[in-house]
């Protein structure tokens, strides 16, 4: 299995720093994906970086990927309180996402 | 706004029930998925389908079987309920890309059914 695994699995921080998920996997990929779920809901896309991309930007985020290393992280920039959720990577194997196991993401006031 | 809707957000059914898991989309998607969550576990692919009455096993069907009788809408079945199969069912719809490669793009997820099976 090329299962994304996310690290750390727990992160605690104080709004307006930021935060960093780092997500690793195994076998080559097409692309790397990365959804947010807050507590007992479902997953919500946030970005997709294809394995060509070494960096891509969305409002407070920031991803990377790094091929040669099978890694990407993830960085939230200021984060606030709504930030708090679990994150997850994804990748693609030819028709489905094989999703890893999270960072759950805690952002005090 | 694509929207994923799935029938129940909690359920609770009897050791032996034959249940049935709803999830419908309205952005004609080919591609649904039926995916369970645990705790520890993180999200596993039950099944999925990318065409109307098409359906390929994910990584755990056992114990479950789909049907996809429309493109809107994609039926989870416990054919015969146990406690092991206590757990969220998360379903997610996407596009079919270019060159058969459903993985190119996002997933559209519904909300969730918490069931508890006792």
């Known amino acids: 299995s090329q299962q994304g695994e996310e690290d750390p699995q727990a992160l605690s921080i104080q709004e307006g720093e930021n935060a960093t998920m780092n997500c690793s996997y195994k076998t080559s990929i097409n692309n790397l994906q990365w959804y947010r779920q807050n507590s007992g809901r479902g997953l919500v896309h946030l970005i997709l970086i294809r394995s060509n991309e070494r960096e891509k930007h969305s409002g407070r985020l920031r991803v990377t990927l790094d091929t040669s290393k099978k890694s990407s992280s993830l960085l939230i920039t200021a984060s606030r309180a709504a930030d708090t959720a679990s994150y997850f990577c994804a990748t693609d194997r030819y028709s489905t996402l094989t999703f890893g196991k999270g960072t759950m993401l805690l952002v005090s006031p | 706004d694509v929207k994923v809707t799935q029938s129940s957000r909690y359920l609770v059914k009897r050791t032996g029930e034959k249940v049935f898991l709803e999830c419908v989309q309205d952005m004609d998607h080919e591609n649904m998925f039926w995916y369970r969550q645990d705790p520890g576990l993180g999200l596993r692919l039950i099944y999925f389908s990318y065409d109307v009455k098409m359906k390929e096993k994910g990584d755990i069907p056992e114990g479950y079987s789909v049907s996809r009788e429309k493109k809107e809408r994609f039926s989870l079945i416990l054919e015969s309920a146990s406690t092991n199969q206590t757990s969220m069912y998360l379903c997610?719809?996407?596009?079919?890309?270019?060159?058969?490669?459903?993985?190119?793009?996002?997933?559209?997820f519904g909300p969730g059914t918490r069931l508890t099976v006792l």
């Open positions: 997610a719809s996407s596009l079919l890309a270019s060159g058969g490669r459903s993985s190119y793009n996002e997933q559209f």
